[in-house]
């Protein structure tokens, strides 16, 4: 399916979209490849529906995430301590914000604009993802499906 360019920022929303792969796709510089991707599939909720009888079912497709040209990255993910106990879970999006870095600070992407990015989760509570990126692409992967859940069971990602 056709990606979403990042300028069309505002137009999105990751609330409750599930995390459930992170992965760094970065260039070879021996071959003069210095791209630097973060690339994050995710469950996204294309359409929140409100029935009637107010409960809620959601449209969802498993989705690509990529942010370009990443700098700075910082993962802060903090499970608790269980005593080994309790086994990780997905993440999930509380927010996406970005903020234009100032031209005078910005050294990186000199023909375009350039980001610092925050996506703060809910899940677990009080963890971050931040980094610097010059824009995303978001790529539906599948054909949303309704379902009760905010989520789609593992078999259905594609």
Not at 67 to 89: E, P, Q, Y
């Amino acid at each position: 399916m056709a990606g979403q360019q990042g300028d069309e920022f505002e137009r999105h929303s990751w609330h409750d979209n599930i995390v459930y792969a992170i992965r760094l796709d970065v260039g070879d510089a021996f071959e003069g490849d210095f791209h630097s991707d973060l690339v994050l599939d995710i469950d996204h909720i294309v359409e929140w529906d409100c029935a009637p009888d107010g409960s809620m079912r959601f449209r969802v497709a498993p989705a690509t995430l990529a942010f370009h040209d990443v700098t700075d990255l910082r993962i802060a993910v903090d499970f608790g301590d269980s005593g080994c106990r309790t086994a990780i879970n997905e993440l999930a999006i509380d927010d996406i914000v970005r903020e234009r870095l100032p031209a005078a600070e910005q050294k990186i992407c000199l023909d375009r604009t350039y980001w610092r990015w925050r996506i703060a989760l809910n899940l677990p509570a009080g963890g971050e993802i931040a980094f610097g990126a010059s824009g995303f692409t978001q790529t539906l992967r599948g054909v949303p499906v309704l379902t009760e859940e905010q989520r789609l069971p593992a078999d259905r990602r594609a």
